[in-house]
Protein backbone atom coordinates (compact mmCIF):
# COMPACT_ATOMS: atom_id res chain seq x y z
CA UNK A 1 0.00 0.00 0.00
CA UNK A 2 1.21 3.46 -1.03
CA UNK A 3 1.55 6.17 1.78
CA UNK A 4 1.61 9.67 2.35
CA UNK A 5 3.00 11.56 5.08
CA UNK A 6 2.04 16.00 4.76
CA UNK A 7 4.23 17.41 7.66
CA UNK A 8 2.74 21.13 7.45
CA UNK A 9 4.94 24.49 8.85
CA UNK A 10 2.07 27.10 8.85
CA UNK A 11 1.51 27.73 5.04
CA UNK A 12 4.76 25.19 4.07
CA UNK A 13 4.29 21.58 3.51
CA UNK A 14 6.80 18.93 3.31
CA UNK A 15 5.03 15.94 1.34
CA UNK A 16 6.60 12.04 1.07
CA UNK A 17 5.11 9.96 -0.91
CA UNK A 18 6.62 6.02 -0.30
CA UNK A 19 6.13 3.45 -2.72
CA UNK A 20 4.24 0.74 -2.66
CA UNK A 21 7.72 -1.38 -3.14
CA UNK A 22 8.99 0.37 0.30
CA UNK A 23 9.21 -2.50 2.89
CA UNK A 24 7.02 -1.23 5.78
CA UNK A 25 7.96 -0.33 8.88
CA UNK A 26 6.53 -2.39 11.94
CA UNK A 27 4.86 -0.63 14.67
CA UNK A 28 7.55 -1.55 17.31
CA UNK A 29 10.22 0.01 14.76
CA UNK A 30 8.30 3.12 13.99
CA UNK A 31 8.02 3.89 17.93
CA UNK A 32 11.91 3.02 18.99
CA UNK A 33 12.51 5.50 16.19
CA UNK A 34 10.29 8.22 17.46
CA UNK A 35 11.70 7.56 20.52
CA UNK A 36 14.96 7.63 19.93
CA UNK A 37 14.74 11.35 17.57
CA UNK A 38 12.81 12.77 20.57
CA UNK A 39 15.56 12.14 22.84
CA UNK A 40 18.15 12.94 20.71
CA UNK A 41 16.60 15.64 19.96
CA UNK A 42 15.70 17.12 23.47
CA UNK A 43 12.26 17.52 22.78
CA UNK A 44 10.54 18.44 25.61
CA UNK A 45 6.84 17.11 26.79
CA UNK A 46 3.79 19.78 25.89
CA UNK A 47 1.52 18.39 28.71
CA UNK A 48 1.62 18.87 32.31
CA UNK A 49 1.56 15.25 33.15
CA UNK A 50 4.47 14.24 31.59
CA UNK A 51 2.99 11.96 29.29
CA UNK A 52 4.17 11.45 25.86
CA UNK A 53 1.85 10.58 23.74
CA UNK A 54 2.65 9.68 19.49
CA UNK A 55 1.50 12.22 18.42
CA UNK A 56 3.64 14.44 20.44
CA UNK A 57 6.68 12.55 19.43
CA UNK A 58 5.39 13.21 15.41
CA UNK A 59 4.78 16.91 16.36
CA UNK A 60 8.37 17.30 18.24
CA UNK A 61 10.40 15.48 16.09
CA UNK A 62 9.22 17.10 12.92
CA UNK A 63 9.16 20.93 14.68
CA UNK A 64 13.01 19.42 15.62
CA UNK A 65 14.29 19.21 12.24
CA UNK A 66 11.96 21.88 10.57
CA UNK A 67 10.94 22.55 7.14
CA UNK A 68 14.21 22.78 6.06
CA UNK A 69 16.13 19.92 7.62
CA UNK A 70 13.08 17.50 6.52
CA UNK A 71 13.32 18.77 2.75
CA UNK A 72 17.35 18.49 2.63
CA UNK A 73 17.94 15.24 4.25
CA UNK A 74 16.01 12.49 2.13
CA UNK A 75 16.91 9.77 4.52
CA UNK A 76 15.57 11.38 7.12
CA UNK A 77 12.54 12.67 5.43
CA UNK A 78 11.66 8.83 3.97
CA UNK A 79 12.59 8.02 7.96
CA UNK A 80 10.27 9.94 9.10
CA UNK A 81 7.47 9.28 7.12
CA UNK A 82 7.71 5.42 7.64
CA UNK A 83 7.82 6.40 10.92
CA UNK A 84 4.38 8.70 11.10
CA UNK A 85 2.62 6.13 9.19
CA UNK A 86 3.67 3.17 10.74
CA UNK A 87 2.81 4.45 14.21
CA UNK A 88 -0.55 5.67 13.62
CA UNK A 89 -1.24 2.36 11.42
CA UNK A 90 -2.89 4.56 8.33
CA UNK A 91 -1.75 5.33 4.64
CA UNK A 92 -2.30 8.93 5.16
CA UNK A 93 -0.84 10.86 8.07
CA UNK A 94 -1.03 14.93 8.40
CA UNK A 95 1.50 16.52 10.86
CA UNK A 96 0.63 20.50 11.90
CA UNK A 97 3.46 21.27 13.06
CA UNK A 98 2.28 24.87 14.26
CA UNK A 99 -1.11 23.92 15.69
CA UNK A 100 0.49 20.82 16.95
CA UNK A 101 -1.81 18.07 15.68
CA UNK A 102 -1.72 14.81 13.50
CA UNK A 103 -4.57 13.57 11.48
CA UNK A 104 -5.45 11.04 9.49
Same mark, same amino acid.
Given at each position: ????????????????????????????????????? $??????????????????????????? $?? !?????????? !????????????????? !?????????? $?
Amino acid at each position: MRSTVCIAFGQDEVVVHLPASDPAWSMEDARRWLDEQ $YVANECVPTRASGKVLTTDKLVGVAKA $YG !RLGLEKDEAL !RLAYAHAASAAVSRPFV !RVDVDAGTVS $Y
